[in-house]
């Protein structure tokens, strides 16, 4: 099964700070890569996915991932924070080629909290 | 176009209990997922679906039970709640697999005493 690793799970930053979130993923084939925000007491919704072509991939609210198969990782990064941004982020895989019964499934992290100070 | 909504949004169970927690979506989407999330857990799968009638094992189905009689609806069923099955419960769909974006609803919170 895929493996996602969030490192930090728990990221504080100042408003107008940059904001990086890390996370690397296990296997050999490039998976698709996306990127989830969870606002306290909702549910999750994409921020950005990777699945072909440009490896910087922009997203909603001003965020960006770049994909670097070498380093097999997919951070996410924002250049200035906001308060609205205070959330917890996911990190999620999917398998681009059949390992027996996992295509369609979203592997996630373990998710990192981001607080934003004023 | 409401996406995708759960019910109920939260319930409090006693071991031994059951329940359903019923999962609709608006959106004509083949597959259906449902989700357990815990502190520090991430998300974890329970069962999925891949179109009506169809329905099969994530990575914790045990104690749960699915069913997809309906495109739009997918049932998630506890026939007798245990403390360890206290969580937040996510319901997601998308068109496809792979790349499609899953869509999740907002969540069911349930306490199992």
């Known amino acids: 099964a895929q493996s996602v690793t969030q490192l930090g799970s728990h990221v504080s930053v100042s408003e107008g700070a940059l904001v990086l979130l890390r996370c690397n993923y296990s296997s050999s084939v490039p998976p698709y890569l996306f990127w989830y925000v969870q606002y306290p007491n909702q549910g999750l919704q994409l921020l950005l996915k990777y699945t072909t072509g440009a490896t910087l991939v922009k997203g909603i609210n001003g965020f960006e991932a770049e994909f670097k198969k070498s380093e097999t990782s997919f951070h996410l990064t924002k250049p200035s924070a906001h308060m609205s941004d205070a959330a917890e982020y996911f990190c999620?895989?999917?398998?681009?080629?059949?390992?027996?019964?996992?295509?369609?499934?979203?592997?996630f992290g373990r998710g990192t909290q981001l607080t934003v100070w004023p | 176009n409401a996406g995708v909504t759960q019910t109920p949004k939260f319930r409090v169970l006693k071991t031994g209990q059951s329940m359903t927690l019923l999962c609709a979506q608006d959106?004509?989407?083949?597959?259906m997922y449902w989700y357990r999330q815990d502190p520090g857990m991430g998300l974890r799968l329970i069962h999925y679906s891949v179109g009506e009638g169809t329905t099969a094992k994530g990575e914790v189905p045990d104690g749960y039970n699915v069913s997809r009689l309906k495109k739009q609806n997918f049932l998630l069923g506890l026939e007798s709640a245990a403390p360890s099955q206290t969580s937040v419960y996510f319901c997601a769909s998308s068109y496809s697999w792979g790349p499609d974006t899953q869509y999740f609803g907002p969540g069911t919170r349930l306490t199992v005493l």
């Open positions: 999620a895989v999917s398998d681009r080629v059949d390992r027996g019964s996992t295509l369609g499934r979203l592997y």
């Open positions: 959106m004509n989407h083949e597959y």
